[in-house]
Every structure is written in C-alpha cells, then in structure tokens.
C-alpha cells in the first residue's frame, strides 16, 4: 500500500458498501460501479493529502472519479469517498484471466502511476500506461529469472543504495535518473553518483530460417536511431522484432510478431533460442530474447506488412546464408541481433540443415 499512496492508514475494519458491485476495466482492474441492490465489501483507508492526490490521478486514469457516499461498519453508518466509473461495457470483475502474477503487474504499473502523478500531467499518464504495464512485466519476469554467479559478484541488496529517484520524462518509453551507491570491489560503498537510464521493456527477436533452402528472411524499415545520428542511410535489415505485451510470454511475442511483420505462421516447436541479452546495459533496462524460426521460405515469400495502428511499414528480404554474412561482413547490415544471430547461425548451419 505505501508503494501506491505513501502513509495510509487502514481502519482494520471490514466496511460494506452497499448498491454498489466490482467491475473490470479494459486493463482488467476492479473498478466501483453503481448496482442497485449489490454489495461490496472492503476497508476503509485513511490518506494524507499526497495519498489522496495519488489516488486521485490513479483512478481517473481508469474513468473513476470521487463520490462521497454512505458505507456501514459493524453495523453503524458512516461517509466515505469511493471511486465510481459508469457500467457500460465493463464486464462482472475478477476478469477470467485473473492470476497472482495478473495482479503483481498491474499493481506495479499502479505504482509507477502513482509515483507519476506527482510530477506529470494525466496524459502523460495515459500515454505511459501500457508501456508501465509491460515495464512492469518485464520487472517480475527479470526477478523471477536465475541469476548465476559464478564468475561476478553474488550481490545482495544493501549493495546497492538508492538514495534520490526521478523519472524526469515518461511518455511511451521513459527516462530514469536516479542519485544512488553502489557496493565497490574494495567492499566499501561508493560515493554518491548519478545515473541516467532509458527506461523500456523486455523485446524479441525471430531470425527464420529455411535449411533445406539455406535461406533466411529479414525485414526492413526506417529507424529513428539511426537518423538521429545523422546516418546516411536510415533504413535497417533486421530479423523480427517487438516488445513483449504485458501479459504474454516471449515465445508468444515471437510468434505474433512473425505474423504481424512477415505473414509467417509459426508454431513454438519452430523456435530455437539463441539466448537473452542486455544489448547495451549501461544505458538501457531493454532485455532481448532471440530465436532462430526453423521454417519453409520458398520463392515469393516476400512481401511488406506491418500494422496500421503502429505506422509500420516493414519490408521482408528472403537471401541466401551466404549473403547474409556478405552483407553482416560488409557493415550493411548493422543491427546487433541480426549480427549476433547470424554468427550464432553460422556456428549451428551445418548441424542444422543435416538435422
């Protein structure tokens, strides 16, 4: 709770709120909507001004607004403020998909709502929302993973000290800035330092390959970055790429995203992995999962796709192994997945098409 609202207080007492029921917003969040003859049970919380600010943003970000309304505890009536949104098109709350993990990431994306609110504008918050959910995904995904040390530091938690956060820019992607200390090999803590990282989520990549061809298939598009630095040709070949979705897995974002930006189907029995990468861990929490697509690529499998809704326009290539390293060996192609995949590829090929 004091992640959400700061100090709250909680009664301790179950308070019932009647005429009322729990439904599910789009994002899956119980919301109060007005039932006559419902009831709802809950507790009662008692928030400074800051808490009641947060919760404020935090509802409105899902269509709720304050009401002030009678609500009973052991028997005896009492004013409380509750958040109302209106019933249309919500359905009867837990969402059929509701889970454990469900709910740690929407209550971390609440978090990192309610945190914002203090120093950004709602529709900053409504732009970030869905990127905060999959940020928050990647979040639990990354504390659930094995983390071997055999060979670097067996950190604990006191070996990292935060001692000022900020996220001075948060839209689709985020800016962190965080003033803290770090545990030195000499065993003592740093001085106080500032560091600056882009805040994304984790993101796959899907080389397909035909080893009965000895083909491959990669797609091409303009990239901001590149432009950015002021390169004289902005447009990248690339294997296929997206961001994880908040509540699926990386197998599954493979798959999609396959389908979205080439037209291949794919099945996850296709899908070899390459292995997990920070492709620049200094900088950015973007995480990578790669995989090789085992698959046909006959003649005319080419073709441009991409969706509408994300102003894609994204060309696929079907080349020969050989002049994929041509082209990996000459600098044209110069994303570090596709350079990292097609090495990983070629030290598989010959095991591969024999299988």
Same mark, same amino acid.
């Given at each position: 709770?004091?992640? *959400?609202?700061?100090d709250?207080?909680?009664?301790?007492?179950?308070?019932?709120l009647?005429?009322?029921?729990?439904?599910?917003?789009? %994002?899956?969040?119980?919301?109060?909507? #007005?039932?006559?003859?419902?009831?709802?049970?809950?507790?009662?919380l008692?928030l400074?001004?800051?808490?009641?600010?947060?919760?404020?943003?935090?509802? %409105? !970000?899902?269509?709720?607004?304050?009401?002030?309304?009678?609500? $009973?505890?052991a028997?005896?009536?009492?004013?409380?403020?509750?958040?109302?949104? &209106?019933?249309?098109?919500l359905?009867?709350?837990?969402? /059929?998909?509701?889970?454990?993990?469900? #709910?740690?990431?929407?209550f #971390?994306?609440?978090?990192?709502m309610?945190?914002?609110? &203090?120093?950004h504008?709602?529709?900053?918050?409504?732009?970030?929302? /869905?990127? =905060? @959910?999959?940020? %928050? =995904?990647?979040i *639990?995904?990354?504390?659930?993973e094995p983390?071997? =040390?055999?060979?670097?530091r067996?950190?604990?938690?006191?070996?990292?000290?935060?001692?000022?956060? $900020?996220?001075?820019?948060?839209?689709?992607?985020?800016?962190?800035?965080?003033?803290?200390?770090?545990?030195r090999?000499?065993?003592?803590?740093?001085?106080?330092?500032?560091?600056?990282?882009?805040v994304?989520?984790?993101a796959?990549?899907?080389?397909?390959?035909?080893?009965?061809?000895?083909?491959?298939m *990669?797609?091409?598009?303009f990239?901001?970055?590149?432009? @950015?630095?002021?390169? $004289?040709?902005?447009?990248s070949?690339?294997?296929?790429?997206?961001?994880?979705?908040?509540?699926?897995?990386?197998?599954?974002a493979a798959?999609?995203?396959?389908?979205?930006?080439?037209? @291949?189907?794919?099945?996850?029995?296709?899908?070899?992995?390459?292995?997990?990468?920070?492709?620049?861990?200094?900088?950015?929490?973007?995480? @990578?999962?790669?995989?090789?697509?085992?698959?046909?690529? /006959?003649?005319?499998?080419?073709?441009?796709?991409?969706?509408?809704?994300?102003?894609?326009?994204?060309?696929?290539?079907?080349i020969?192994?050989?002049? !994929?390293?041509?082209?990996?060996?000459?600098?044209? =192609?110069?994303?570090?997945?596709l350079? *990292?995949?097609?090495?990983?590829? %070629?030290?598989h090929?010959?095991?591969?098409?024999a299988g």
């Amino acid at each position: 709770m004091r992640a *959400l609202f700061g100090d709250a207080d909680a009664t301790g007492d179950a308070a019932d709120l009647p005429d009322h029921q729990l439904c599910a917003t789009p %994002a899956g969040l119980p919301v109060l909507v #007005a039932v006559p003859g419902a009831s709802v049970t809950g507790t009662v919380l008692t928030l400074d001004r800051r808490g009641a600010a947060r919760l404020d943003a935090l509802q %409105a !970000l899902f269509g709720a607004v304050p009401v002030r309304s009678e609500i $009973r505890i052991a028997g005896a009536g009492m004013t409380a403020t509750l958040y109302r949104a &209106e019933h249309k098109g919500l359905s009867v709350w837990p969402d /059929p998909d509701w889970t454990e993990h469900r #709910a740690g990431i929407l209550f #971390a994306a609440c978090a990192e709502m309610a945190a914002l609110s &203090e120093t950004h504008a709602p529709q900053v918050l409504r732009a970030r929302w /869905p990127m =905060a @959910l999959s940020h %928050a =995904a990647s979040i *639990l995904r990354g504390q659930a993973e094995p983390a071997p =040390a055999t060979l670097r530091r067996d950190w604990r938690r006191e070996d990292v000290s935060l001692v000022t956060p $900020r996220q001075p820019y948060a839209w689709y992607f985020g800016v962190r800035e965080d003033d803290l200390r770090f545990r030195r090999f000499d065993d003592s803590l740093s001085d106080v330092v500032k560091r600056a990282g882009f805040v994304m989520s984790d993101a796959v990549t899907v080389l397909p390959y035909d080893p009965k061809r000895d083909r491959v298939m *990669l797609v091409e598009q303009f990239r901001y970055g590149p432009w @950015l630095r002021g390169v $004289r040709n902005p447009w990248s070949l690339e294997p296929i790429a997206g961001r994880v979705d908040p509540f699926e897995m990386p197998e599954a974002a493979a798959l999609r995203e396959a389908q979205e930006e080439t037209g @291949l189907t794919l099945t996850a029995e296709q899908l070899l992995a390459v292995g997990n990468a920070y492709p620049s861990p200094g900088a950015i929490t973007e995480y @990578l999962y790669h995989y090789v697509a085992l698959c046909d690529l /006959p003649d005319g499998s080419e073709g441009v796709s991409g969706l509408e809704t994300e102003a894609e326009d994204i060309r696929s290539h079907v080349i020969s192994f050989d002049r !994929l390293m041509e082209l990996v060996k000459s600098g044209e =192609a110069q994303n570090g997945p596709l350079v *990292l995949t097609a090495w990983w590829l %070629a030290a598989h090929r010959d095991g591969l098409r024999a299988g």
